[in-house]
């Protein structure tokens, strides 16, 4: 079994507690349904946001569902020219017997321009 890493992003309308964990639950949920995971082969789960999100740690909606023994961190984005504002951004570790091209990576929102590639792709 190999480990793959799973993207996601999406937007978050206000830098509110409630708006942050609740486009973190919609994306992770979205990416886990998208991909077939199984908590107990989630590794690991990193989140970030752009530094206009500090209201709440995203992470603590991962905890909310149920991910107590997953090991989480947050952090935030680097500060570039240009870059999405309000975005809220998910790398999961899996563990899995999916090749690298079968990872569905679920781009939500305002965050689908990041990578419009994957706009064919459910999510």
């Known amino acids: 079994?190999?480990?793959r890493g799973v993207r996601?992003?999406?937007t978050v309308t206000s830098n509110t507690r409630e708006a942050i964990l609740e486009a973190t639950r919609?994306?992770?949920q979205a990416m886990v349904?998208?991909?077939g995971i199984s908590l107990e082969d989630v590794?690991?789960?990193f989140f970030t946001s752009?530094?206009?999100l500090n209201a709440e740690f995203p992470a603590l909606a991962a905890?909310?569902?149920g991910w107590t023994h997953v090991a989480l961190l947050c952090g935030h984005e680097m500060t570039v020219p240009g870059s999405l504002n309000m975005c809220l951004r998910i790398l999961l570790h899996v563990n899995t017997e999916k090749k690298a091209s079968d990872i569905v990576h679920v781009y939500l929102h305002g965050a689908r321009v990041l990578r419009p590639e994957f706009e064919s792709q459910p999510g």
């Open 1 to 3: 079994m190999l480990t």
């Open 8 to 10: 996601g992003a999406t």
């Open 26 to 28: 919609e994306l992770l």
């Open 33 to 35: 349904d998208e991909n």
């Open 43 to 45: 590794a690991s789960a």
């Open 50 to 52: 752009s530094p206009d």
């Open 63 to 65: 905890r909310d569902m």
